[in-house]
């Protein structure tokens, strides 16, 4: 039952001399002696690529410990194997140590990786996330319900890895991948540890929300479950505002929209009180809700139209951003604002050439009504210029067009404040969840002024040249804050296979990045307000 991958003659050796429950493979089942499912726990160890040439393997210091403790036999078993392990890439061994009936060694890359200056991330940092989420993947895929984890030098980026990494939805399947739950190996570094799970919770609920059906996250469902989630908080007051309160508010877009389905809509605000005095400017987040997108009368076409059941996205990561500085009782102010509703064709829908009125007095020419995020938004953004706001940041994913420019490298940027755009750039590189920022030139703006009936069209006259410049220009007429960021994450939405520690599925980008900025903006008291 022994080594399957033995070369030399002192490996043939030692694995003569090898103790009978040893077994490395890539996909082996425990050992005879640990059932699967055995109450026994599972063991992440990462192992940097050798900077030398004799390829012995170079521990992380909790690897080192536990090949202590077993006598060298990790090391041996590990150089018997074959060649070094690159990066992302494991081996399991069974039996090792009574308490660890399955240990999955996985490779890190190379040691000293920090920012990449080219990449604008930490590599090191995702070379952690990817490796913990590999071998946490493996784990469950044994069946093991418990799984220990290397801190690997960065306990946050370790646990996001983890608990990304195992992130799947199967709420509605009756068949489920088995829970496993991880937790860190050792007790030094538990703060950044649970940072780092409190991080990946948030960009899971993000998660969650948008891979959910539409039927089963209607505007009301989305507002109850977050409001949910925010019940424990004493700081927080949630108001789920009905249609009614959207009339008297005159958002006559967002309603224009909303009124094509038999849905109805709502406009969730969040308050979130975390700041040393009540009335400290809030940072005010916008997310785009709309919970199904089928293009109204301008009907998009039914191949991957399933997808927009996710155009809540915005709406899903600006409110799960908020729901981690609660949990993380961040020093600051923060209010969400999340228009929701349903985009339908109906005898009372939208048609191409209407024109409706913002919250702002200004006339907007319906020429497409698949351009309806930017309708939301305007009245969206008119509201929030109500909190004497700190910056103000929406998130939405708006056009085909920023998956067309950036694919799902980055999130795009249009800000009119480099002050926000160095907190925003500054946290990606951390997260690695990037952001690269794009323009708001005059040059688009005239694209969507130049308008025959109404003040404002909301598609670029050039149909889709520049269309995610244009959408943010469009944006762009509804504020007035001289720090006021937005952000198109229509790249970003889903995972196909391009974030190693994410599976397929939506993806709930930019969270972690949202989550950091506020952070750093909780630390950055005397900002350029
Ligand atoms: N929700 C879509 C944008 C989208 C597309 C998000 C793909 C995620 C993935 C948005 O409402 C939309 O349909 N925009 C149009 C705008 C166009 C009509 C000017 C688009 O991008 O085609
Ligand atoms: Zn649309
Ligand atoms: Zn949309």
């Known amino acids: 039952m022994l080594l399957p991958c033995v070369r030399s003659g002192a490996a043939r050796r030692l694995a003569r001399d090898a103790p009978r429950a040893f077994s490395c493979s890539a996909r082996r089942p425990p050992a005879r002696g640990y059932s699967r499912g055995a109450a026994g726990k599972g063991l992440v160890l990462g192992v940097y690529t050798s900077e030398k040439d004799d390829g012995a393997a170079q521990f992380t210091s909790a690897g080192d410990a536990f090949d202590r403790l077993v006598s060298g036999k990790l090391?041996?078993?590990?150089?018997?194997?074959?060649?070094?392990?690159?990066?992302?890439?494991?081996?399991?061994?069974?039996?090792?140590?009574?308490?660890?009936?399955?240990?999955?060694?996985?490779?890190?890359?190379?040691?000293?990786?920090?920012?990449?200056?080219?990449?604008?991330?930490?590599?090191?940092?995702?070379?952690?996330?990817?490796?913990?989420?590999?071998?946490?993947?493996?784990?469950?895929d044994l069946e093991i319900p418990c799984v220990e984890v290397d801190p690997c030098g960065d306990a946050q980026a370790a646990a996001e890895g983890a608990v990304l990494g195992l992130h799947e939805y199967n709420e509605?399947?009756?068949?489920?991948?088995?829970?496993?739950?991880?937790?860190?190996?050792?007790?030094?570094?538990?703060?950044?540890?649970?940072?780092?799970?409190?991080?990946a919770e948030g960009q899971n609920l993000a998660r969650y929300l948008m891979e959910a059906p539409a039927n089963y996250i209607t505007p009301i469902k989305f507002a109850e479950h977050i409001e949910q989630k925010l019940r424990t908080f004493s700081n927080v007051k949630v108001h789920i505002r009905p249609e009614s309160w959207i009339t008297t508010q005159e958002m006559g877009a967002f309603l224009s929209v909303a009124k094509g389905s038999a849905e109805p809509p709502i406009f969730l605000e969040i308050h979130y009180l975390g700041g040393a005095i009540t009335n400290d400017s809030p940072l005010v987040f916008v997310g785009k809700g709309v919970t199904f997108d089928s293009g109204g009368i301008s009907l998009k076409p039914s191949l991957g139209m399933d997808a927009m059941r996710a155009d809540m996205g915005?709406?899903?990561?600006?409110?799960?951003?908020?729901?981690?500085?609660?949990?993380?009782?961040?020093?600051?102010?923060?209010?969400?604002?999340?228009?929701?509703?349903?985009?339908?064709?109906?005898?009372?829908?939208?048609?191409?050439?209407?024109?409706?009125?913002?919250?702002?007095?200004?006339?907007?020419?319906?020429?497409?009504?698949?351009?309806?995020?930017?309708?939301?938004?305007?009245?969206?953004?008119?509201?929030?210029?109500?909190?004497?706001?700190?910056?103000?940041?929406?998130?939405?994913?708006?056009?085909?067009?920023?998956?067309?420019?950036?694919?799902?490298?980055?999130?795009?940027?249009?800000?009119?404040?480099?002050?926000?755009?160095?907190?925003?750039?500054?946290?990606?590189?951390?997260?690695?969840?990037?952001?690269?920022?794009?323009?708001?030139?005059?040059?688009?703006?005239?694209?969507?002024?130049?308008?025959?009936?109404?003040?404002?069209?909301?598609?670029?006259?050039?149909?889709?040249?520049?269309?995610?410049?244009?959408?943010?220009?469009?944006?762009?007429?509804?504020?007035?804050?001289?720090?006021?960021?937005?952000?198109?994450?229509?790249?970003?939405?889903?995972?196909?296979?391009?974030?190693?520690?994410?599976?397929?599925?939506?993806?709930?980008?930019?969270?972690?990045?949202?989550?950091?900025?506020?952070?750093?903006?909780?630390?950055?008291?005397?900002n350029a307000k």
């Not at 660890?100 to 090191?124: C, D, H, R, T």
């Not at 703060?191 to 780092?196: D, E, L």
């Not at 985009?343 to 309806?372: F, L």
């Not at 943010?472 to 190693?500: C, Q, R, Y």
């Open 75 to 140: 090391r041996a078993l590990l150089s018997l194997c074959g060649p070094p392990l690159k990066k992302g890439k494991t081996r399991i061994f069974h039996g090792l140590h009574q308490d660890f009936p399955s240990v999955v060694v996985v490779g890190l890359g190379k040691k000293n990786a920090g920012i990449n200056e080219q990449e604008n991330w930490n590599e090191g940092k995702e070379n952690i996330r990817t490796a913990v989420a590999v071998g946490c993947r493996q784990i469950q």
């Open 172 to 199: 509605l399947k009756q068949k489920k991948k088995p829970v496993v739950s991880p937790q860190l190996h050792g007790s030094a570094e538990s703060q950044a540890w649970q940072k780092g799970v409190i991080y």
């Open 314 to 526: 915005g709406a899903a990561t600006v409110c799960s951003t908020i729901v981690t500085a609660a949990a993380l009782n961040l020093p600051l102010n923060i209010i969400g604002l999340a228009p929701l509703c349903e985009n339908m064709p109906s005898g009372k829908a939208n048609k191409p050439g209407d024109v409706v009125r913002a919250k702002n007095g200004k006339t907007i020419q319906v020429d497409n009504t698949d351009a309806e995020g930017r309708l939301l938004l305007a009245d969206a953004l008119c509201y929030a210029h109500n909190f004497n706001a700190r910056a103000i940041v929406n998130a939405a994913t708006l056009t085909g067009a920023m998956d067309v420019a950036l694919g799902s490298a980055a999130t795009g940027v249009f800000t009119n404040s480099s002050w926000l755009w160095t907190h925003l750039y500054e946290a990606s590189i951390l997260t690695g969840d990037r952001v690269w920022r794009m323009p708001l030139f005059e040059h688009y703006t005239k694209q969507v002024t130049d308008c025959p009936l109404a003040d404002v069209s909301n598609i670029g006259k050039y149909s889709r040249a520049g269309g995610a410049c244009t959408a943010a220009a469009f944006l762009k007429e509804f504020v007035t804050a001289s720090h006021w960021a937005h952000l198109d994450i229509a790249g970003v939405m889903s995972n196909k296979d391009e974030v190693p520690y994410l599976r397929k599925g939506m993806a709930g980008r930019p969270t972690r990045t949202l989550v950091e900025f506020a952070a750093r903006l909780s630390q950055d008291s005397h």
